[in-house]
């Protein structure tokens, strides 16, 4: 049953566990094709992977190294006796698919693995790893993460992302049909995306088939393209003020089709790599912030979906 004013991870998860399952994240040493020349070599221009990567993945240690690391990483919350592992750096489905068979299931076999989330660009998922991730969705949780980051083509050529959102429609339906549990990603305040944009958005992420939006502010990180740009021009990318990102949250929440889980609303990449925004909270006192702010408003996911 449906608790809070939106679908919450917790809830979400609950309809396949019994218990509370911890994320643990991995990264394999996977590339990525808008950084490596098959696409281009500059990446997104918001992209700096070591901002979102946690110290204890050492792309050089083996999969169940890195776990055995975040395990101690953990050790201060002992109630957690179940764990997905997050494959997050990078686009974790770009290697022959015997590859990701080895890596995955090496996961999968770790005691107390229960599942797996995989982090990837839409362009990445070719029929032959839907179907891996398919059949072992059979046995395990899996969720295929999707990078949107924009549903508009215009926004998407200007960060540099490499494809277009008519590739990340195909990538959702076609994981969807195959019974893939997919999550979509999307970054509020790109360049040139104003409030009615982002709810034209929301709108259309509302309408597609994913079970599970992974909403974040745009941040400014170090040593990428966009910081060059907004430390020699601050103003040709404004930013939200902590209580306008609140409100919009509220508002995308309300056009989202109930039934999508909103795995977060906010991130916070370390302060030694954040440039802006600084809103000075932690992600609970965001979240504790936007659910006064929902209760004021008497809001709730769906109020303004339209099927
Ligand atoms: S955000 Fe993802 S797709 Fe873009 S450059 Fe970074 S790793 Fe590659």
Redesign the pocket.
């Known amino acids: 049953m449906k608790t809070s004013a939106y679908l919450t991870y917790p809830e979400f998860m609950r309809r396949y566990f019994a218990q509370r399952v911890q994320k643990i994240s991995v990264n394999p040493g996977f590339s990525?094709?808008?950084?490596d020349g098959k696409i281009?070599v500059?990446?997104?221009t918001?992209?700096?992977?070591s901002s979102f990567s946690p110290d204890y993945c050492l792309q050089g240690d083996s999969i169940t190294e890195q776990v055995k690391k975040g395990l101690q990483f953990f050790a201060h919350k002992p109630d957690y006796k179940q764990f997905i592992v997050y494959f997050q750096?990078?686009?974790n489905t770009y290697a022959p698919v015997d590859v990701l068979q080895k890596y995955y299931n090496e996961a999968l076999s770790i005691e107390g693995v229960v599942g797996l989330s995989i982090?990837t660009?839409p362009d990445c998922v070719p029929q032959e790893v839907l179907e891996l991730l398919a059949d072992l969705s059979k046995k395990h949780f899996i969720l295929l993460e999707l990078?949107v980051?924009s549903t508009h083509n215009d926004t998407l050529q200007r960060i540099?992302?490499?494809h277009d959102f008519e590739t990340s429609v195909d990538a959702i339906c076609r994981a969807h049909n195959m019974g893939i549990l997919t999550a979509a990603h999307l970054i509020i305040g790109l360049p040139g995306e104003d409030r009615s944009k982002i709810l034209e958005s929301a709108d259309k992420m509302a309408h597609l088939p994913i079970d599970m939006l992974k909403l974040h502010q745009l941040q400014i990180i170090k040593n990428t393209a966009m910081a060059k740009q907004f430390l020699a021009d601050p103003s040709s990318i404004p930013l939200f003020s902590c209580d306008e990102y609140i409100d919009l949250c509220i508002d995308i929440m309300e056009r989202l089709n109930p039934n999508i889980c909103i795995e977060r609303f906010v991130s916070q990449s370390p302060d030694t790599w954040r440039i802006a925004p600084n809103w000075q909270l932690k992600n609970y006192e965001f979240v504790h912030r936007l659910e006064a702010r929902i209760k004021e408003r008497g809001a709730f996911q769906g109020r303004l979906f339209q099927i």
């Open positions: 990525c094709p808008n950084r281009s500059g990446g997104c918001f992209c700096n992977n750096s990078f686009s982090g660009r990078g980051e540099n992302r490499g």
